[in-house]
């Protein structure tokens, strides 16, 4: 029973770990222009503009005078800025 738990735990373990490592090979690493947020988000330009860009902590990355938002950064600041009820 112990060698049948012990398989088992391995086989889990593994099976996370891949997992975790398949999230992160996944994951999109690209900058978006404020125009994309809609395509990327669903969040329309004039909402993007009155409700999260220029808010304290949103993640703007500027290239020259160019501003661009980096995905995976923007996706993590949406999931600790939403709002439960």
Do not use: C
């Amino acid at each position: 029973m112990d060698d049948l738990l012990n398989s088992l735990t391995r086989l889990f373990r593994q099976a996370y770990e891949q997992g975790v490592e398949d999230g992160r090979k996944e994951r999109d690493h690209r900058f978006i222009k404020r125009a994309e947020m809609q395509g990327e988000f669903g969040i329309p330009v004039d909402t993007f503009d009155s409700d999260f860009r220029g808010k304290p902590g949103f993640p703007t990355y500027r290239f020259g005078t160019a501003e661009r938002y980096y995905i995976p950064a923007v996706s993590q600041w949406i999931l600790e800025h939403q709002e439960r009820n």
